[in-house]
Nanobody
Framework: QVQLVESGGGLVQAGGSLRLSCAAS????????MGWFRQAPGKEREFVAS????????YYADSVKGRFTISRDNAKNTLYLQMNSLEPEDTAVYYC????????????????????WGQGTQVTVDS
């Protein structure tokens, strides 16, 4: 079965950096668009970033553009999110997810477009 397991979250001071990882198994990872979402307490889960199946295209939410970088290593079946210049507003549980469209060049941003999700990793940014 498909499994997505996030890691790398933690507590960081404002202005600091974290790198999240998402280890994928049970699927041909290199065939699919992957995305990161986040959910803050009392808020809806929101799109953060997505990356094409070959890693050649990326798309970001305006709120993280220029600070976060999504990447993937298809040989390791792993998705990454490098987060720099973190702000208290970035505090949330971060989730990786798979878009079930194989070999797609469309980077979708809606939650409904993704079918498998990890359990999430907590990121807390202290001011």
């Amino acid at each position: 079965q498909v499994q997505l397991v996030e890691s790398g979250g933690g507590l960081v001071q404002a202005g600091g950096s974290l790198r999240l990882s998402c280890a994928a198994s049970g699927l041909t990872f290199s065939n699919y668009v992957m995305g990161w979402f986040r959910q803050a307490p009392g808020k809806e889960r929101e799109f953060v970033a997505s990356i094409s199946w070959r890693g050649s295209s990326t798309y970001y939410a305006d709120s993280v553009k220029g600070r976060f970088t999504i990447s993937r290593d298809n040989a390791k079946n792993t998705l990454y999110l490098q987060m720099n210049s973190l702000e208290p507003e970035d505090t949330a549980v971060y989730y990786c997810a798979r878009d079930p469209s194989r070999f797609s060049f469309v980077l979708r941003t809606t939650r409904a477009a993704y079918d498998y999700w990890g359990q999430g990793t907590q990121v807390t940014v202290d001011s």
